[in-house]
């Protein structure tokens, strides 16, 4: 089953105010260095042309923003979510609930109309929510002549088809219990640094994101110096929110299981593995105040190395107030636990 559609980014109203910020910056950078531009160099004809390719750029975001393009595909064991470049696999052991709402929302742009929309929920074992949201093209004119028929689109909307063909395939999978074991295990997971280390990294990142600039800048000592430490700036800053969250996976077969962070891989063989052992603790992020969290450590020892991979946990705070068991229910479906016993099944 495959559903194709297009919806308006909640971060549309951001990129607006962003791209209102930075065009007075731009303004501001021009007016404040126009009487030094000279005509014949490069850095001069890239500023003078600044606002045209960044009106250029903001008015595709907006308009992509706009009318982002999403595919679902339903196959028999997983369902497949693409925006732009992301892609989400979701498989159907894996999820725990989903449900499908209905709203009415006024217009928000100039052209659009009043319209319903469905909202598609789904909840995994982790907790973790994935929720699409997709207008519905109703037949305003059948409807004018039977209310009653506004239900019935409601219940054969795409969104309802697909509900309807998970569920029917969600207790199959359950019930094959050779899934995983046929299939293996693959998942992403978000990589853990403890306190000291993130902090050295924060402490290097920023050092390097000062220092190295003004030193070209000041070695170079023209405009050309400037707009290079400037990019510059910018590669440090991008690599500094890539290392705050590396992306982090692993994927365990029938013989072996690979870790996978910023493309370093790690291989380990189950005929190697002597002992696993999974753990759990609870930490106070120190840089970011306010964030608490659980983190789950799985070690794994060889014969001549112990691996140990951290990851943070995604817990249901609210759920666990009102049922503490549910606590210790998200620790024993953690993905870290799943792969331990994934492990333990095959090494039997």
Known sequence: MKINYNYRSNFLPIINLLGLCISFGIIGIISSIYDFLDD????SIIITLSPV?????????????CYLPVEMVAEENTL?????????????????????DHEFKKAELRGEHDGYYEILKITDINKKEYVYFRKLELDQDEIAKDPTLLTEQFEKSEFSQ?????????????????????NGMKENYAYFYNNNKRIIIFLVCTFSM??????????????DGVLLAFIIFNLILIGMIILANPPSSFDADDKQVKFSCLGRKTTIRYADIEKLKLEHSYYDRIIKSGEKRYVETLTISTKDINYVFSAKM???????AQNPALLTKQFE??????????IEEQMK
């Open 40 to 43: 014949d160099s490069m850095f």
């Open 53 to 65: 390719w960044f009106g250029i750029i903001w008015i595709s975001c907006y308009f992509l923003f």
């Open 80 to 100: 497949t979510v693409k925006v732009l470049f992301r892609k989400t696999v979701i498989r159907y052991p894996d999820i725990e609930s989903i449900s499908i």
């Open 162 to 182: 697909l509900k309807t063909y998970i569920e029917e395939h969600t207790p199959i999978m359950l019930a094959e219990s050779g899934y995983r074991e046929e």
């Open 210 to 223: 000062i220092i190295i600039p003004c030193l070209i800048a000041v070695a170079i000592n023209n405009l």
């Open 314 to 320: 995604y817990i249901d705070y609210d759920r666990s």
């Open 333 to 342: 479906d953690s993905k870290f636990s799943q792969l331990k016993r994934y």
